[in-house]
C-alpha cells in the first residue's frame, strides 16, 4: 500500500514561508522525495505529526489553514491513486512530480496536453520562492508577452507544439510588437492596457532576454515531465551585445560626496546612499532590503537577492571609513532599515539630478539599445544606481586586478561572464604592463 508523509523545507522565502515537501512510498523500488507547491508558515506547522496546525481559535488564519490541510490531505489520495493505476515499470521521480503538477493543474496534464500560456502561469508559480523580485517580474512581462502572442495568432498554442519557426514568430512578435499597439486593426489585443502598460520598442538585448526566459522555462518543463520536446536545441539565440564598460573614478567619487547640496537637503541623502553604493558594490534591489542588523563588526553581510534561490552566497564587504560615516550619519533616521531609501526610478533621476549639480558632466560612450551602436552622451544623463556597482567592481579591479576577490564582494561567482561587463582595461593599465617590457 502506497504512503505519503509530509515535511517542512527548512529555507524560508521572502514571504516567510516554507515549502511543504512529500515523501511519496509505493514500494521498495519507489521511494521519492517530491515538492508540493503548498506553502505554509513554520509556525503553523506540526512537524511531529507531519501535518498542518490549525488552531482552535477563530484567529484570521484558521480558514486558509483549514484549506491548505483538505489540499495536503487530496493531493496525498491523488498521488496513491495516480500510482495504483499506473504501469510501475514507467513511474519515476519526474513521473510522480508530473502528476503532482497535475493535481494543481489539471490542464497541463499529459505530454502534448498542456497550453503554453498555462504552463509557463505553472513555471512562474513554481519559480517565486527560488528567484528575485526582479526575476520574477521578468517572468510577468515574458508571461503576459506570450499570452497576446497567441491571441495575436488567433489559436491556442500547446506547449509541444512550439518548434523553431514559432521561436523565430515569437522573437518576430516582442520585436515588432511596438507597431500593433498603435495599430487600430489589432486595438483589442491591449483592451484591458493602460497607456504605460502598452509595449515600447525593445532593445535587441531585451527580445534575447525574453528568449532566454523561455528556454529556462522549456528545460523546466522537461525536467519536471510536462513536455518531451526542446525546441531551442535547433534555435539559436543572438548574443546580447553591451558598449564598453564605463564608471567614475575614485576622484570623481569624492567630487560628489563633497558637492554643496545643502539648498537641496532630499536630493543630498539620495547622493550619500549612491556613494555608500559605490563604496560596497551591491545592487539597487539589495540595497533597498538592507537593515541595521545586515551590518556586524564593519562589515556587511548579505545573501545577493538575484541568486538567493538558486545558488545563495553569503556575500562579506568590510565598510571603509567614508561608507560607516554615512551609515552613522542616518542610523536614527533609517532604523530599522540601513538607509533612508526612496524607490528605485525616484533613486535613478537623484542621481542624474546630483551630478550635475556636482559638475559630474564629462562625455561617455554607450550603446544605444535600440541601433546597437555607440554615441556619445553627458555621464550626468546617463548615470544611475548600477553605475555605483560598475564603479566599485571598476576601481577595484583597477588595484588588485584578481576578479575572483573582487567576484566575492560584488555576488558575482568565481569566474562569472557577467563580471566581464563591469571592467573595462584603460590606459592607465596598459601603461603599468607596458612599462614591464622597459
Known sequence: MAAVTATLSSRVDARGMSEILLRFVGGRDHIYRLHSALYIKPAFWNEKGHCVSVPRLEVPERPGLLELQAKLS??????????????????????????????????????????????????????????????????????????????????????????????????????????????????????????????RERSRNTVVEYLCVLRTFYHWAKREGLTTVAPFDTFQIDSAIYGTPYYISVEEVDQLYKADLSARPQLAIQRDIFVFQCQVGCRVGDLLRFRQSDVSGGVLEYIPGKTRGEKPRTVRVPLNARAREILERYKAEAYPRLLPFISSQNYNDAIKDAFRLAGLTRTVTVLDPLTRKEVKRPLNEVASSHLARRTFIGNLYKKVKDPNLIASMSGHVEGSKAFARYRTIDDDMKAELVDLLG
Not at 89 to 98: E, G, H, L, N, P
Not at 106 to 126: I, K, M, W, Y
Not at 153 to 161: K, P, W, Y
Request: charged share 35%.
Open 74 to 199: 487530496n493531493l496525498s489520495i491523488h498521488l496513491i491513486e495516480r500510482f495504483a493505476g499506473a504501469d510501475k515499470s514507467i513511474v519515476d521521480r519526474r513521473w510522480m512530480q508530473k502528476a503532482v503538477n497535475g493535481f494543481h493543474h489539471p490542464e497541463t496534464e499529459g505530454s502534448g496536453c498542456a497550453r503554453l500560456v498555462d504552463a509557463f502561469t505553472l513555471f512562474r508559480q513554481h519559480s517565486e520562492p527560488k528567484v528575485s523580485e526582479d526575476r520574477m517580474a521578468r517572468y510577468k512581462v515574458v508571461g503576459l508577452s506570450l499570452a497576446r502572442w497567441e491571441r495575436y495568432r488567433g489559436a491556442t498554442i500547446l506547449l509541444d507544439s512550439v518548434d523553431k519557426d514559432d521561436l523565430r514568430d515569437f522573437d518576430n512578435f516582442i520585436t515588432n510588437e511596438y507597431k500593433l499597439a498603435k495599430d487600430r486593426r489589432w486595438k483589442q489585443l491591449y483592451a484591458d492596457a493602460k497607456e504605460a502598460e502598452l509595449p
